[in-house]
């Protein structure tokens, strides 16, 4: 009996959860490097950072269908099913806000970004991947809690998601600079609200990491 107990719970869709995070992971630092190939005027290796980027998505996104499509009947969950849905797709969509970023950058024909602002954008994108990194470890320790319910562990996942609201507090003020930044630039009104979109997209990406993790403390919540 406790082996076929065991077996059960085997089955945990965090498992799926865990490498879906790192995918996305994967995806953001694949991102950094098309950002900055993206405002070099040298770097001619965006579309092939694109298309690494899309090919990362995919396999996201099959994992994704794994979890979703194929949970064991008798799968013992100890959370809502409803609440790890919710939970994976704020965890994709931060793949799709990289994915919509890239593509939006590529509707231009040349590089439109003002040289006084192409570091405070590496910045931004720096400020968001402090927040995407954490989301690895925050399943991971999430899938330890379900294993064991104690509330050390419960702690150690409550203060993983605090440091991801901060994190995602510094993208929001670093982006909130760098808007009030652009709008005070003498530049084209096309190139501005081109810019100015692809901050906010790429701000987005952080606010998406923020939502997971409140949908983490709310299945962990007593």
């Given at each position: 009996?406790?082996?076929?107990?065991?077996?059960?719970?085997?089955?945990?869709?965090?498992?799926?959860?865990?490498?879906?995070?790192?995918?996305?992971?994967?995806?953001?630092?694949?991102?950094?490097?098309?950002?900055?190939?993206y405002v070099?005027?040298?770097?001619?290796?965006?579309?092939?950072?694109?298309?690494?980027?899309?090919?990362?998505?995919?396999?996201?996104?099959?994992?994704?269908?794994?979890?979703?499509?194929?949970?064991?009947?008798?799968?013992m969950m100890?959370?809502?099913?409803?609440?790890?849905?919710?939970?994976?797709?704020?965890?994709?969509?931060?793949?799709?806000?990289?994915?919509?970023?890239?593509?939006?950058?590529?509707?231009?024909?040349?590089?439109?970004?003002?040289?006084?602002?192409?570091?405070?954008?590496?910045?931004?994108?720096?400020?968001?991947?402090?927040?995407?990194?954490?989301?690895?470890?925050?399943?991971?320790?999430?899938?330890?809690?379900?294993?064991?319910?104690?509330?050390?562990?419960?702690?150690?996942?409550?203060?993983?998601?605090?440091?991801?609201?901060?994190?995602?507090?510094?993208?929001?003020?670093?982006?909130?600079?760098?808007?009030?930044?652009?709008?005070?630039?003498?530049?084209?009104?096309?190139?501005?609200?081109?810019?100015?979109?692809?901050?906010?997209?790429?701000?987005?990406?952080?606010?998406?990491?923020?939502?997971?993790?409140?949908?983490?403390?709310?299945?962990?919540?007593?």
């Amino acid at each position: 009996m406790k082996n076929a107990l065991l077996s059960i719970f085997l089955t945990s869709p965090f498992e799926g959860l865990v490498k879906h995070a790192e995918k996305v992971k994967e995806c953001i630092f694949k991102f950094k490097k098309a950002i900055e190939c993206y405002v070099s005027l040298e770097c001619e290796q965006f579309k092939i950072l694109k298309g690494e980027v899309v090919k990362l998505e995919k396999e996201a996104d099959k994992i994704k269908r794994g979890i979703r499509g194929h949970l064991p009947k008798g799968t013992m969950m100890p959370v809502d099913k409803f609440q790890l849905f919710l939970f994976l797709k704020e965890q994709d969509n931060t793949i799709d806000a990289i994915d919509e970023s890239l593509e939006w950058m590529s509707y231009r024909n040349k590089n439109n970004i003002p040289e006084t602002i192409k570091e405070d954008l590496v910045v931004l994108v720096e400020a968001v991947i402090e927040t995407i990194e954490e989301l690895p470890k925050m399943v991971l320790e999430t899938k330890k809690y379900f294993e064991n319910f104690s509330d050390a562990q419960r702690d150690i996942v409550k203060n993983i998601i605090r440091g991801i609201h901060t994190k995602e507090g510094n993208a929001d003020k670093q982006e909130d600079s760098l808007k009030r930044k652009l709008f005070n630039m003498d530049i084209d009104s096309t190139s501005l609200f081109h810019v100015v979109r692809l901050v906010d997209i790429i701000g987005s990406i952080a606010d998406h990491a923020e939502n997971a993790g409140d949908m983490i403390r709310a299945m962990i919540a007593k």
